[in-house]
T-cell receptor, first 115, second 115 residues
C-alpha cells in the first residue's frame, strides 16, 4: 500500500506558538490529502480536504484561519495550527486521497500538546 | 450527511475465538466500506475494504460482509491472536475506493484478545 510520512510525531510547546505539521506521500502523487483530528478514545473527525494547487475545503465548524492548510506539491501537504492554545491539543492525522483506484492511507499522526 | 454507527464499543475474546464488529450506515449512496486497525499512538492501517457490488470479501483470517439493503456491514476476525488487540474503525464513502472522497468513520471498537 501507499506510504505516508507525517512529521513531527510529537510536539510540545507553549500557548501562542504556531505549529506546522507535514504530511508526505512517499510513493505516489496525491492530488488530494485529508487532515483529521482525534481526541483520546474517540473516532477520527475530518477537519479539511487538502487539494493540490487550490484552496482547502474545510468541514463545518473548523476555523480556516486557525488551521492553515497548504498543498503546494503533489507529495506534500502541511497543516499549521496558528497561535495554538491548550484546547488545540490533540492527535492530528493526515491521509492521502489516493490516485485512481487507490484507497486512503494514513500517516502515523502528530501528538500536539500545548502547555 | 452520512452517519456511521459501530458496535460494540469494546470487545473481549479469548485467543483463538472469533470476533465480529458491526456497522450501519445511513446514506444509500455510499458504495465503499473500508476497515482500519489503529494501534496505540499510531495512525489507522487499512486491513480490508469492500465495494458495494460485492457481498463478501475475505483475506486470510479477516472477512467483511456487506448487506446493501439493510445498510450494514461487518468485520469478522477468526482465530484471534493477541496481536489483533487494537481499535478497529469502520468507514463509509461515496467514492469508488474512498481515495478522493471523504470517509465517514464509525466510533471505533476496542478489541482485546486475552490469552
Amino acid at each position: 500500500g501507499a506510504v505516508v510520512s507525517q512529521h513531527p510525531s510529537r510536539v510540545i510547546c507553549k500557548s501562542g506558538t504556531s505549529v506546522k505539521i507535514e504530511c508526505r506521500s512517499l510513493d505516489f502523487q496525491a492530488t488530494t490529502m485529508f487532515w483529521y483530528r482525534q481526541f483520546p478514545k474517540q473516532s477520527l473527525m475530518l477537519m479539511a480536504t487538502s487539494n493540490e494547487g487550490s484552496k482547502a475545503t474545510y468541514e463545518q465548524g473548523v476555523e480556516k484561519d486557525k488551521f492553515l492548510i497548504n498543498h503546494a506539491s503533489l507529495t506534500l501537504s502541511t497543516l499549521t495550527v496558528a497561535s495554538a492554545h491548550p484546547e488545540d491539543s490533540s492527535f492530528y492525522i493526515c491521509s492521502t486521497g489516493g490516485k485512481g483506484n487507490q484507497p486512503q492511507h494514513f500517516g502515523d499522526g502528530t501528538r500536539l500538546s500545548i502547555l | 450527511g452520512e452517519n456511521v454507527e459501530q458496535h460494540p464499543s469494546t470487545l473481549s475474546v479469548q485467543e483463538g475465538d472469533s470476533a465480529v464488529i458491526k456497522c450501519t450506515y445511513s446514506d444509500s449512496a455510499s458504495n465503499y466500506f473500508p476497515w482500519y486497525k489503529q494501534e496505540l499512538g499510531k495512525g489507522p492501517q487499512l486491513i480490508i475494504d469492500i465495494r458495494s457490488n460485492v457481498g463478501e470479501k475475505k483475506d486470510q483470517r479477516i472477512a467483511v460482509t456487506l448487506n446493501k439493503t439493510a445498510k450494514h456491514f461487518s468485520l469478522h476476525i477468526t482465530e484471534t491472536q493477541p496481536e489483533d488487540s487494537a481499535v478497529y474503525f469502520c468507514a463509509a464513502s461515496k467514492g469508488i475506493t474512498g481515495g478522493g472522497n471523504k470517509l465517514t468513520f464509525g466510533t471505533g471498537t476496542q478489541l482485546k484478545v486475552e490469552l
